[in-house]
């Protein structure tokens, strides 16, 4: 059914003999360093009148007669369609860096010619997608066409988990140039990773698809909040005070009995061990209570008090157990007696009777704010709000951990469910992944025949997507996402100190490599050798299993086995017992014993400082940006 603008479009169509330009087709795709040249059509009504223009960033103009980009403005000017389409061609020249061509298409209007109808399209932002809308409600048709520099490609190897056996290695990589929209088929490459001079390789098995990896890195902005998520999950230091705090004051600084450096971080949540002390008289419906102790050596103002469990009879004074009311320590050593304390509500309890005193971090959240906060003390901290506290009282530390975490930069753009993380103050083993959280629990009722009947029910406490965006579009940059803020969750908690961190997170294999940098590759024919070391015999030797070497590099004891002319041929290849890990002029001990002559060669087999790793690349699709591929070599690699 033609809408009404388009019924109205018809009408004056038919009475004015107006003329509607339909398209205009042109590959709008973005376009390699080098150039090329691009064919247009301008689909329309036949007789239809338009006008091309085409510019560049730097606002010189496309000239169709010399077919060159100039400072004088130039146009293909009024241009009739012969039949339904008009068809030319752009030659779009090579660029040093990135360009842009600003195409527009004008209908002449004061030649009766017309846009179809606009239908707009819009990218995430609310920004317009000229490219991908169509029609115009003005003249002016635009489109706009990006070129780039070259994309390269670097394939190399890496030890994610900076496995100290692979420390100081030195790797040879494998560089690739690519074009715009270029596609590689079957391109060979080799990348070589060589050891430090006192460590050797071994191949633990062939490389695989599975064993190339990608990484982005991403800023970790700060922890995010997770309902009924418990982020201070178990306690992670203690340490004793060191001086009385008295409770209910401004003083938010204590003292403990060690570097604080060593028991806590800043984030920390605070507990503290609760202390028991006795009544010393009859209480009857008083605020005022004696105790068989000093009192400041057992409470502190703002404490909840409770009753021991063999002393639930102490009560308010309306008779309810202080266990299921709120009553706190008021004010300690009142009218001057060092036992007496003062409670927020009267009492009764009989002689004797126990009371716990709780300070108010185990209630309230209290967390460490700063450690040494006047820089002359370092067995110092300070809290973020006050608690009374006793001398000697123990402190529990607990640091907070979170699942979920907000993402600056391009935010969550290009991350994938997965996802292996990696980095200073990572949790070991944690990868990005959805959160759920379970209690389960049984209920037995009686069923319809007088039986009993047990259930099993499972309730979510915790739920959190793998990735969320934040309450905002994405970021929308020459036509293409480039930034999107958002959370990750991972599958571990992670500590307060992850803060303000840049992560590496790796996706392994081709498909996930795709989803992560959104580059399509495709590897062959994978492979992993080593280059056998050879070293020569500095003395003879005659029926010893100790042989002198002018060199050791690239061998390993129990592992490395010695070929060479001389060698006991009743025992091939002998293995190496002693000498690996040592580099430089010395003796090898071998298995069995040799008589060699001064000078000979010795190949060593199964290990080496230096292994390659070669295959074959196809490559599909690229991005903008320049991107690295790696070899997991803890995979692949012993050392």
Known sequence: MLSC?????????????????????????DMPASGETREFSVIGDANSIFSLEVKNEDGYYYNFDTN?????????????????????????????????????????????????????????????????????????????IYQYD??????????????????????????????????????????????????????????????????????IVAPVSIPNENIYPAVSDTDTVNGVIAGGGSVVKVVMDSNVADKMVVGDKITAATSTSTIDGTVESSVNVTMDHNVTTKMSVGDRVTAAEASLAVASAAGVSINNIFVKVAALSVGGDANVFALSEAINAEDGAALIFSPRCNRDLT??????????????????????????????????????????????????????????????????????????YE??????????????????????????????????????????????????Q?????SGDTVGMYAYGQNAIKELLGVDIKLDNLSVELTKPTTTTTEATSAHATIAVADREGVINGVSQVSGIGI?????????????????????????????????????????????????????????????LFFDIERILSA
Do not use: C
């Not at 056996?165 to 790797?171: A, C, E, P």
């Not at 992670?494 to 992850?498: E, N």
């Open 68 to 144: 060159l980009f100039a400072a004088t403005k130039a146009r293909l000017n009024r241009k009739r369609i012969v039949g339904a389409r008009f068809t030319g061609a752009i030659n779009f020249p090579a660029a040093g860096d990135d360009d842009q061509y600003d195409i527009y298409l004008f209908a002449e209007n004061g030649y009766d010619t017309f846009h179809a109808p606009v239908n707009e399209v819009r990218f995430p932002d609310g920004g317009l997608d000229l490219n991908s809308s169509t029609g115009s409600n003005s003249s002016l048709l635009q489109k706009v």
């Open 150 to 219: 070259d994309t390269t490609l670097t394939l190399t190897a890496l030890s994610p988990n900076g496995s100290t056996v692979f420390s100081s290695m030195s790797v040879t990589n494998a560089t690739i140039t690519l074009a715009r929209n270029q596609q590689l088929t079957s391109l060979p490459f080799s990348v070589v990773v060589t050891a430090h001079t006192s460590k050797a390789f071994q191949v633990s098995r062939q490389p695989n698809t599975t064993d190339i990896v990608g990484k982005v890195d991403r800023a």
């Open 568 to 628: 006991n041929p009743l025992l091939i290849d002998p293995t190496l017992t002693t000498g690996g890990g040592l580099d430089g002029a010395g003796d090898w001990i071998m298995d069995a014993v040799q008589t060699l002559e001064n000078g000979t060669t010795l190949t060593v087999e199964n290990t080496s400082r230096v292994a390659t790793i070669t295959g074959t690349i196809s490559i599909n699709e690229v991005g903008l940006d320049d991107f690295t």
């Open 494 to 498: 992670q500590k307060l100190a992850l």
């Open 367 to 440: 967390t460490v704010v700063a450690l040494n906060p006047d820089t002359d003390n370092v067995k110092e901290f300070s809290m973020s709000q006050n608690t009374g506290l006793v001398d000697g009282v123990t402190l529990s530390f607990s640091n907070q951990k979170n699942h979920k975490w907000s993402v600056g930069g391009i935010g969550i753009l290009g991350l994938k469910n997965g996802a292996k993380l990696i980095g200073t103050n990572i949790t070991a083993g944690s990868t990005i992944s959805p959160l759920r959280d379970t209690i389960t």
């Open 443 to 492: 209920t037995i009722a009686e069923d319809e025949h007088g039986g009993l009947q047990k259930t099993t029910n499972t309730v979510v406490t915790v739920t959190s997507p793998a990735l969320e965006t934040a309450r905002q579009p994405a970021t929308t940059t020459n036509g293409k996402i480039t930034a999107q803020l958002g959370n990750i969750t991972f599958n571990k």
């Open 5 to 29: 603008f388009q019924w109205v479009q018809k009408f004056q169509k038919a009475v004015n003999n107006m003329k509607i330009i339909n398209n205009f087709e042109i590959s709008l795709k």
